[in-house]
Structures are given as structure tokens and as C-alpha cells.
């Protein structure tokens, strides 16, 4: 599971690759025609987790609100970065390495949201684009406090979640419709890590255990679409399906795209 | 120290006095295996956590408007098909089309308007019931309100229990996690428990490596400890997967002496015990037993002793409260008897009343059963010392101090009405298996 520091890591690669100089993919003069997007966006995530070795599952349930912004830093390349608060719902979860084991089910939990992405795009044809994407946003929860209850004696914990997720793959755009609809599929590959640390303490009895978790299917298939509204407002909506071991997850995100 | 133990032979009650550990007279009664009835086992898997129900499919009952005729439209409409009719109460079955979601769909579809509710088929667990036939005079495992032993004996209030089939859902034990049974001996060929013997023991009273039982005792506490579960035959024991070090320090007669005690309980913590079962005392303290229980706490091993059972103060070794739980007893109505010894050094307590358990093959004359009926804090801390080998078994890197705390915050404050809070007569109260080992729901906090 990559920690913070891989993450830094994994973002200043991110940033080199696109602040050094690079071969367009499709021959345009470089740096010529800087764009800038503003977004709102909105995302359901939906992941199955596993953990103790495979050996259990749970769901990951999560809300992620973030605004956006994106440079187009070359002709057909861009990078974007993203920050807001999100829900994260680890419902399932199982602590047993505490001195009394314990059944997260307390709902969501919020966090900051923070994320980057990059994009290259490439026209293949009159009616299709072809565009990579390379992304990576991380979820840290805020910190949790819960009775626990039934006991002979009061007893408290005190939790704290985390996740990470690179989404890596390309995106087929069409562009034959009309009236500025742009419909798009991708393939995704989307591994997710995770943790939560959680912290008992039962009068003389204290113990802390790190869960770690990953989500369980690692590739997502989505099916999406753009409509430029106007020149400067885009709508931008997706749905995706991720299968894994005995299911099928499936979330879908929205965004509200202002160009400058 | 001269106790007595009270047991059935061939229909017939025998009293037969004895000397022995902490054993009271008891219920007489003679279990019936057609009264026990074969209860057919259960296992809810292990990775099966959270919410469990059948996937692709719901329950989906509709409006009392919405015409029958209608109902395959709708349901086409749904991307699904009809799989059963639950017709006396109007709610279909439905399977879903394309890889849809349950809870997904649940969610739309109780949206719709000709939609009286829709739900997932959710799985039900039957409890783990092991299928030995005495199983059902175990009261103190599972207490429904049965009677205790034959047809008129009385009958217990429901739930006055340790909790274990709910318990055994989480963990059975492990057969590495061994129990020593510090007392007489143990029956090395009883049919309910040859096969959960570690070894063939060690035996300080006539020093050798045959701890046979001659009395009795230590088989009764052995079986109720770690009998062999789910065998179809006989009783359940708490520890179902656990093994047994049965440890030969109380004679013939039920007596030892403390260097003898001393010896075993050093003997036991060397040599694999996690638990060492002291259903045994006396009312004088002594550096040696101090040291010998302290010895085998320090090596990481969990003790349980019975508290006594003449209606007075702890006696020793449960009375070294630093390392060693001192167990009370309780009865069939999660009341506590007038002879368990009471004191602060009381950590729990546990079902100690006409417990039924293992007897020495041929206890009773050629031919009987091999089961019998006894009192006491023996019984009581037997149970106990099989909860913490399963707590050990769950989390093997729990100190010993550690697994004591759970014992004791995990009970039942059971005479809260009179004595909230920990007292002097059942400690923090009768123990529970379930709050002990299955994990704890964290909810929001209300108001939340």
C-alpha cells in the first residue's frame, strides 16, 4: 500500500512528466494554446474492499465534492488538479487484533479530498479522439469518535480512515454526434488502498490495529458523455462498472466544466 | 476439605460422598439423549461479514392497487424475473437481469409507486448447535428455560447462560491453545475426551507421565472445559476446538499439597499450558502457591480458580487477585448460590449449579453412563478457563492481564439491581462469551 511519501513521490513524477519538454502526441507546436477549465464535481464511489489477506470483504461507499481546475499546458496535453471533502463509508469492516473485536457500521465518515490527473489526447480519426489519463486522489478522513457499548464498563474508540486510488487507461471519445455531445468509453486500471487505524480503550485495556484494504477489483469500464452547452459551460457525466470477485461495482460521478 | 458430589447412576440416584476439589451437592438427574435430540450443526462462514443476503435477487411486494395482471409487466420492467410467488402474503421473488446491484435496486424500487416495499433476500444463520445429545441439559451454554436435567427437575430462565453458540459463530479454538487441568487427573480414555488430550499429562502424586483419574473430579472438570464438541455423543465442552494437559496434583481422596500444586502449575506453564484450570483450595495463603501462580502468569498463561464453597472468604489460589481470576458461581436463574464464597478478590462468575459433565468411565458400575451431575466453583471456573483458551485462540498475542480485563469487562452485571458495578459477590458479573469474542457493532453515536 503506497504511503504518503510514495504518494508525493507518485505526484512529483506526475508534474515532471508534464512540465518537461515531451513530444506532442499529434505534432502541434507545443505551449501555444494554454487553456484553462474550472469545475464542480461530484462523484458516488462504490468499491468492494478486501483485507486480512483476502480473506474478508466489505464495501466502501463514498461521496467525494470537489472543485476543479485544469491547464492545458500543450496542445493536447493537460494537467488538473482537484480538492474538496468527501464521505467515505467502510461499513463491514472488522477490527479483531483489539482486545475486544469490533464491527465498523457507523456510517460516513468525513475528510479532505485531494487529487491530480493527466491527460494526453490525440485525434485517431474525423469522429474519435484518443486520450490517456493518469490519475491519483487520496481520501483522509477526519478523525472519529464511538462509544462502545454493552459492556460491563465504558469503553471508547477513536478512528481515522484513509484511501488512495490511481486511475490509469485510456478513453475513446466519439465525436460524430451533433448538437456538442461528445460520448466517451474507457477502460480504467484502478487500484485502491486504503487503511484504518483504530484505537480501543476499555478502562486498563488499550490496543490499537491498522486495517489495511484494497479494493478488490482493480479495472473499471465506463461509459460517459460531455455536452458543451455553451463555450464556456460543459456538463459532464459517467457511470462505471468495476468487476470483481462475485459482483460488479458500480458508481458514477458528475461535473460542471467552466472554460476560460 | 471434605466435598461431595451428587450424581445419577442407571436411572437411580446415587449421592456419593466424596473428597474432592470445590464440589457441592448438586441436582441428581440422569440425561436423556432422545430429552438432548440430535441438533443438527450449523457454521456461518468465516468471510461472510457484514450484510448477508442472496445476490441478484429481491423481494418485491406491490401496491394493493396495482391489478395482477399487471405484475409481469412491471416486473419486466424492472429488468428482472419472477423466481417464486410468496402468494399468502402478495411478495415475489425476483432475480435481476444484466449483473444489477441489490441494494441498488432496492433503492429505485422503493421509489416506485406501485411498490409496497422491496428488500434483499437476506440469509439467516442458524446458531452453531453442536450435535452432542447432552447438549441440551447444558444450560449453562445455551439456557432456553429447559429443564435442568430429568422431566420435573426445574427449569432455568432464559438467557441465564454464558452465551456460547453465539460465541462459538466467531471462533471454536484452536487444538494448540491447551488447557491444563490442575486437579485429580483425567479420565485418558472417557470417548468424550480421548481425543482432545494433549498427552497423557504428568502425574505429581505418584510422580509419572499417566495422569489417570482416581477420583473423578478433574474428568468433571476437564469435560466441561474442553470435551470433545460436535461428536455426536455426550456433551459440549466450552473450548470445542481447544486440547487438554490434564496435570494429576489432587489424590485419590481430592487433596494435594501446595508443593505439589506448586509443582504442577510451574509443570503446566513449561510445558504448553495458555490456561491452567485451579478447581481447587484452601484457606491459607502461602508464599509458594503465590509464587508458582505468579511464575506461570509471567510466562504468559491465563489462570481461573474457583472461589469456593463454603460461603465465606476466597480461598487460595483464586485469592491472588494480581493473576489469578477467582471465579463465583451462579445457577440456572443467574442467581448466585449461598455457599459461593464471596469476597473482593471475586473477579466473574459462571454457571456452577447442577452442571452436567464428564465422569470417569465406570463411575457408576458396569454399563452406566459416563456423565453426571455436580455443583460448585469448580464447574464454575471450568467454564471460564474454556473461555479464555477461545479468547486465546482468537488473539494468541493477548498478555495474560489482557485476556483477564476481557473476561471481566465482557460479563453481565447480572445483580446490578442490588450490587451495581463490580461487588464482592459475582465480581463484574456472569461471564458472556459472545460480548467477549464476537466483535462489537459501532454505531453512530445517537444524536449523531
Not at chain 1, 474550472?38 to 461521496?63: C, P, Q
Not at chain 2, 483464586?318 to 455457599?339: G, K, M, Q
Not at chain 2, 447442577?354 to 465406570?362: A, D, E, V
Request: aromatic residues 10%; glycine residues 12%; hydrophobic residues 40%.
Amino acid at each position: 500500500m503506497p504511503k504518503t511519501g510514495s504518494i508525493v513521490v507518485l505526484a512529483a513524477g506526475l508534474m515532471a512528466s508534464i512540465l518537461l519538454p515531451t513530444s506532442p502526441l499529434y505534432g502541434q507546436p507545443a505551449g501555444v494554446d494554454l487553456s484553462v477549465k474550472a469545475g464542480v464535481g461530484i462523484e458516488y464511489l462504490n468499491r468492494t474492499l478486501s483485507w486480512d489477506e483476502n480473506t474478508f470483504t466489505s464495501g466502501l461507499k463514498g461521496l467525494l465534492f470537489a472543485l476543479q481546475a485544469e491547464v492545458e499546458v500543450r496542445k493536447g496535453l493537460s494537467v488538473g488538479i482537484q480538492a474538496g471533502y468527501a464521505l467515505s463509508d467502510f461499513g463491514g469492516l472488522i477490527f479483531r487484533e483489539l482486545p475486544f473485536s469490533v464491527e465498523y457500521q457507523a456510517g460516513n465518515m468525513g475528510g479532505l479530498y485531494l487529487g491530480g490527473s493527466f491527460k494526453a489526447r490525440a485525434s485517431i480519426s474525423e469522429t474519435f479522439d484518443i486520450e490517456l489519463t493518469a490519475a491519483l486522489d487520496a481520501y483522509f478522513g477526519s478523525r472519529g469518535e464511538w462509544d462502545l457499548e454493552g459492556l460491563a464498563v465504558e469503553g471508547a474508540l477513536e478512528g481515522r480512515p484513509f484511501w488512495t486510488r490511481i486511475a490509469v487507461g485510456p478513453v475513446l471519445w466519439y465525436k460524430g454526434l451533433s448538437y456538442y455531445v461528445y460520448p466517451y468509453v474507457q477502460v480504467l486500471y484502478t487500484p485502491l488502498w486504503g487503511s484504518f487505524r483504530m484505537t480501543e480503550t476499555v478502562e486498563a485495556l488499550e490496543g490499537t490495529e491498522k486495517k489495511a484494504v484494497a479494493g478488490s477489483g482493480r479495472v473499471t469500464i465506463s461509459l460517459g458523455v460531455l455536452s458543451e452547452i455553451s463555450d464556456a459551460i460543459g456538463i459532464r457525466a459517467e457511470v462505471y462498472a468495476g468487476p470483481r470477485k462475485g459482483g460488479l461495482d458500480i458508481g458514477g460521478s458528475g461535473r460542471l466544466i467552466f472554460s476560460f | 476439605m471434605k466435598r461431595s458430589i451428587a450424581m445419577a447412576c442407571g436411572g437411580a440416584v446415587a449421592v456419593l460422598a466424596l473428597a474432592a476439589g470445590l464440589v457441592q451437592p448438586g441436582t441428581a438427574g440422569r440425561p436423556s439423549s432422545a430429552a438432548g435430540g440430535p441438533l443438527q450443526g450449523w457454521t456461518r462462514p468465516a468471510s461472510d461479514v457484514g450484510l448477508r443476503y442472496v445476490p441478484g435477487r429481491v423481494l418485491v411486494k406491490f401496491q394493493d392497487r396495482i391489478p395482477a395482471w399487471t405484475v409481469d409487466y412491471w416486473i419486466a420492467s424492472y429488468r428482472a424475473r419472477k423466481v417464486a410467488h410468496l402468494s399468502a402474503i402478495r411478495t415475489y421473488v425476483l432475480e435481476l437481469e444484466g449483473g444489477a446491484l441489490v441494494e441498488e435496486t432496492v433503492a429505485a424500487l422503493n421509489l416506485s409507486p406501485e411498490v409496497e416495499f422491496a428488500e434483499p433476500d437476506y440469509i439467516a444463520s442458524a446458531l452453531v448447535t453442536p450435535n452432542d445429545p447432552f447438549f441440551g441439559f447444558q444450560y449453562a451454554l445455551y439456557n432456553s428455560g429447559q429443564p435442568i436435567s430429568i422431566p420435573g427437575s426445574p427449569t432455568g430462565s432464559p438467557s441465564a447462560d454464558i452465551k456460547a453458540t453465539a460465541a462459538w459463530e466467531e471462533t471454536k479454538g484452536d487444538p494448540d491453545v491447551i488447557i491444563a487441568v490442575l486437579d485429580t487427573g483425567v479420565d485418558l480414555l472417557h470417548p468424550d475426551l480421548i481425543r482432545k488430550l494433549s498427552s497423557s499429562g504428568r502425574d505429581f502424586v505418584n510422580d509419572d507421565f499417566d495422569a489417570s483419574d482416581d477420583h473423578g473430579h478433574g474428568t468433571f472438570i476437564a469435560g466441561l472445559a474442553a470435551a470433545e464438541t460436535d461428536n455426536g455423543q455426550g456433551i459440549a465442552g466450552v473450548a470445542w476446538n481447544c486440547s487438554i494437559l490434564p496435570v494429576k496434583v489432587l489424590d485419590a481422596n481430592g487433596e494435594g499439597a501446595y508443593s505439589t500444586i506448586a509443582q504442577g502449575i510451574t509443570w503446566a506453564a513449561l510445558n504448553g499450558a495458555r490456561v491452567i484450570n485451579l478447581s481447587l483450595g484452601y484457606t491459607e495463603n502461602s508464599q509458594t502457591l503465590r509464587d508458582a501462580v505468579k511464575y506461570a502468569y509471567d510466562q504468559g498463561v491465563v489462570l481461573c480458580a474457583g472461589a469456593g464453597n463454603t460461603g465465606s472468604a476466597v480461598e487460595y489460589p483464586a485469592a491472588y487477585d494480581d493473576y489469578c481470576l477467582a471465579v463465583a458461581a451462579t445457577d440456572y436463574n443467574d442467581t448466585r448460590p449461598a455457599w459461593s464464597n464471596y469476597g473482593p478478590e471475586v473477579d466473574v462468575a459462571a454457571p456452577g449449579v447442577s452442571i452436567l459433565s464428564t465422569y470417569p468411565r465406570g463411575y457408576f458400575g458396569p454399563g452406566s453412563m459416563d456423565y453426571g451431575y455436580a455443583d460448585g466453583t469448580s464447574a464454575a471456573a471450568a467454564h471460564v478457563s474454556g473461555l479464555a483458551a477461545l479468547i486465546v485462540s482468537l488473539k494468541p498475542f493477548l498478555t495474560p492481564a489482557q485476556v483477564m480485563n476481557i473476561i471481566r469487562y465482557s460479563c453481565d452485571d447480572i445483580n446490578a439491581q442490588t450490587y451495581p458495578g463490580s461487588d464482592a459477590f459475582l465480581g463484574y458479573g456472569r461471564i458472556n462469551m459472545e460480548k467477549a469474542l464476537v466483535p462489537v457493532i459501532i454505531k453512530k453515536k445517537s444524536g449523531a
